[in-house]
């Protein structure tokens, strides 16, 4: 069974400031991995997903990730946080195969920026 | 208009009540999913559908059922609410059978049982 693990429960930043958010994961093969953002009182919106090819993804909003399979890590950046970009962020892994309807979650990570 | 839409979006109710969470979407995926959020839990999986006749339990499934009425439409129930079934709820949606499987989620109904 895969697993997740996002080690930073709260970060705070500056507006402006670089950001980067950690997710590593566990799974036998190479996983399905996806970063999700949920803003306050809102729902889970998609920012990027990784299944093959080139390893550093760019997502909406100015998101970018990056799979490191010898790190078993997948962590989102982003040059520049905006006030607006205060949310929790979620990665999750998904399985290949018959089972890739499931995707296991970490417990978050809340983003506070700093005006 | 939303592809995925819960109702209510904002319940409370008392324990040993019986309610039902509502999700309909128009984006065509024959499966969905319930989730519940805690706080500092991240999300855990309560049921999923893959159409409207296979229906199976999720990691979480116990004091939960639910209902695949149609393709486009998946209710939750509590059949006796209790006060740690307060959570915020999320339901999901995907289409099978692609190797880039991706889920799509309603805006969430937030629980409040007393």
Known sequence: AQSVTQPDIHITVSEGAS???????????????????????QGLQLLLKYFSGDTLVQGIKGFEAEFKRSQSSFNLRKPSVHW??????????????????QLTFGKGTKLSVIP | DADVTQT????????????????????GHDRMYWYRQDPGLGLRLIYYSFDVKDINKGEI??????????????????E???????????????????????????????????
Do not use: H
């Not at chain 2, 979006?9 to 309909?24: A, D, H, V, Y």
């Not at chain 2, 059922?65 to 939750?76: D, E, G, M, N, T």
């Open chain 1, 84 to 101: 607006s970009d205060a949310a929790e962020y979620f990665c999750a892994v998904g399985a290949r195969g018959a089972g890739s309807y």
């Open chain 2, 61 to 78: 499934s116990d004091g939960y059922s639910v209902s695949r009425q149609a393709q486009a439409k998946f209710s939750l129930s509590l």
């Open chain 2, 8 to 27: 209510p979006r904002n319940r409370i109710t008392k324990t040993g009540k019986r309610i039902m969470l509502e999700c309909s979407q128009t984006k």
């Open chain 1, 19 to 41: 950001l980067e958010l950690r997710c590593n994961y566990s799974y036998g093969a190479t996983p399905y991995l996806f970063w999700y953002v949920q803003s306050p009182g």
């Open chain 2, 80 to 114: 006796s609410a209790i006060p740690n079934q307060t959570a915020l709820y999320f339901c999901a949606t995907s289409a099978p059978g692609s190797p880039q499987e991706t889920q799509y989620f309603g805006p969430g109904t937030r629980l409040l049982v007393l």
